[in-house]
Nanobody, 127 residues
Framework: QVQLEESGGGLVHAGGSLRLSCAASGFTSQYYAIGWFRQAPGKEREGVSCISNNHAGSTYYANSVKGRSTISRDNAENTVYLQIDSLKPEDTAVYYC???????????????????WGKGTLVTVSS
């Protein structure tokens, strides 16, 4: 059974850091693209980052987090991480990870066959 489980969210002060985890089970995550998305209250879901399954392990970031976030894989743990530094109140959202066959960007059009999603982890950044 394919599952994705996010963890690592919480309450943090502005300027702080968080590392979110996306633990995969039921499949080998290194053979898939894994994307991170977020949805703030009253706003539409937006793509945050994606790590591709190509040989280069290409990574993509939304402009809103570029330069202060890092997506990475731990294949031994079958887990993908998203580190976000210099957190801002506008980063407050529920963060979701999702599996795709392929990605070459962070918006929904950049994914091919997004099929499984986690339930999300809440990140709250206080000012």
């Amino acid at each position: 059974q394919v599952q994705l489980e996010e963890s690592g969210g919480g309450l943090v002060h502005a300027g702080g850091s968080l590392r979110l985890s996306c633990a995969a089970s039921g499949f080998t995550s290194q053979y898939y693209a894994i994307g991170w998305f977020r949805q703030a209250p009253g706003k539409e879901r937006e793509g945050v980052s994606c790590i591709s399954n190509n040989h280069a392990g290409s990574t993509y970031y939304a402009n809103s987090v570029k330069g202060r976030s890092t997506i990475s894989r731990d294949n031994a743990e079958n887990t993908v991480y998203l580190q976000i530094d210099s957190l801002k109140p506008e980063d407050t959202a529920v963060y979701y990870c999702a599996r795709a066959t392929y990605c070459n960007g962070v918006d929904s059009r950049s994914y091919y066959e997004l099929d499984y999603w986690g339930k999300g982890t809440l990140v709250t950044v206080s000012s």
